[in-house]
């Protein structure tokens, strides 16, 4: 089963490569006595400016290579890994995967995916955008970026812009014939802004991520937003402790729904770590919340037709109507668990959280967002890692917006949030269609009708 990549440039060639050297590694390890075996091999490049102050910090080029092997003696499993493809270094690989999997124990639950479960179609899924600027002209823009954000009247200082673009190519092949093909690209541009002297002084920025350098914004715009969220946190106050609503802002909402995916994820369910053990089929968010995995989103940032495992990926309702439809699993914890794999080996494949609310029409609009608030706390920024996926229990620190009567009102600082996250999922009163499409979390900004926020 092989994928087909039609492309101009030197990637199929790349690929083929890969390709080529999985499958000669795992007749190799079948001759060392492997009853099965896996390979990842990948190649990623990339360019990386940094510009401060007009002046350049750091230019870097990369060129990575990774390769994985995993080999099973029965159900004795073992694995190395190198980041060099020099013949003597995949040979010494093999060694030492196979010398690992024979004095492991037997584990039930080790092996390949099921042969049945195999991806068979490989759709094109509008990943791969290369864009290879000179150092010259990524050099400009990071001058550009910064220097817009600069011409705000409140910045009195610079952390930086930074320029990045960078290509990635992998197969990942196994021993029940599945050899699959990918590739795909990421670009960046980001800038850091201070505002105000001395203890006064406010630290934020912007950043922009895509897999097509075509659908950037105007440069200047990503420095003008950079310096107007930075001037913004001018004069922050902190908070006396009290309850409110609470809206986390879409840049900050999908660390919300990545605790959820951790809490029903394979790993933590069958050690029984995660406050949402035995949730399949219960309500874990209101009845209006539906989420999505959409694993074909043309150019999404986790777009796949299969898994870590070669198994093929699908698009399913992970949350429907509130109740969970189903856990996030591989092979491995499937198994464990005594059910079968979702095809969530390596992680989810494009989240689409839908907007809606409890009551009334779906906000459409961060302002919307902010009436429906009210009077409480918007949060922009989280800190730190207060959060446990055993209990639930959540509490981080936090800087954002203070809104009265669904206007901002004044700048907040130095405070904490707090609740149970089994709790705050069902509080849940509004999602907007404010989304952040800069990572594989595709949500609104998320309102929650009461948190604790302790500060003064």
Known sequence: MKTAVVAADGSVAELDRLAELAEDVIRRAGKAGASQAEVSASVGTGLSVNVRLGEVETVERNRDRGFGLTVYFGQRKGSASTADLKPSSIEATLAQACAIARYTEEDPCAGLADASRMATAFPDLDLWHPWEPEVERAIEIGRAVEAAGRAHAAITNSEGASVQCGSGMGVYANSLGFVGRERGTHHSIS???????GDAMQRDGWYEYVRDAKVFPAFDSIGRKAAERTAARLDARRLGTRECPVLFAPEVARSLISHLISAISGGSLYRRA??????AGKPVLPAFVNLFEKPFLPGGHAS???????????????????????????????????LETTGNAGGVHNLVVEAGAREGDAPTTFEAMLQRLGTGL????????????????????AAGFWVENGVIAYPVQEITIAGNLRDLFMR?????????????????????????????
């Open 191 to 197: 800038c850091s802004l201070i505002a105000g002297k």
């Open 274 to 279: 995660s406050f949402l053990l035995d949730h």
């Open 304 to 338: 796949g037709a299969f898994d870590a495992e070669g198994v093929a990926t699908r698009e399913s309702a992970l949350v429907e109507g509130g109740v969970l439809q189903h856990y996030v699993l591989g092979s491995y914890s499937a198994r464990k668990l005594g």
């Open 378 to 397: 918007v949060v922009t920024e989280l800190i730190g890692q207060g959060v446990s996926i055993v209990t639930g229990d959540y509490s981080r620190g």
């Open 428 to 456: 849940v009163q509004a999602i907007g269609s404010d989304v952040d499409t800069r990572a594989s979390i595709l949500t609104g900004s998320i309102l929650i009708d009461r948190m604790t926020v302790a500060g003064e």
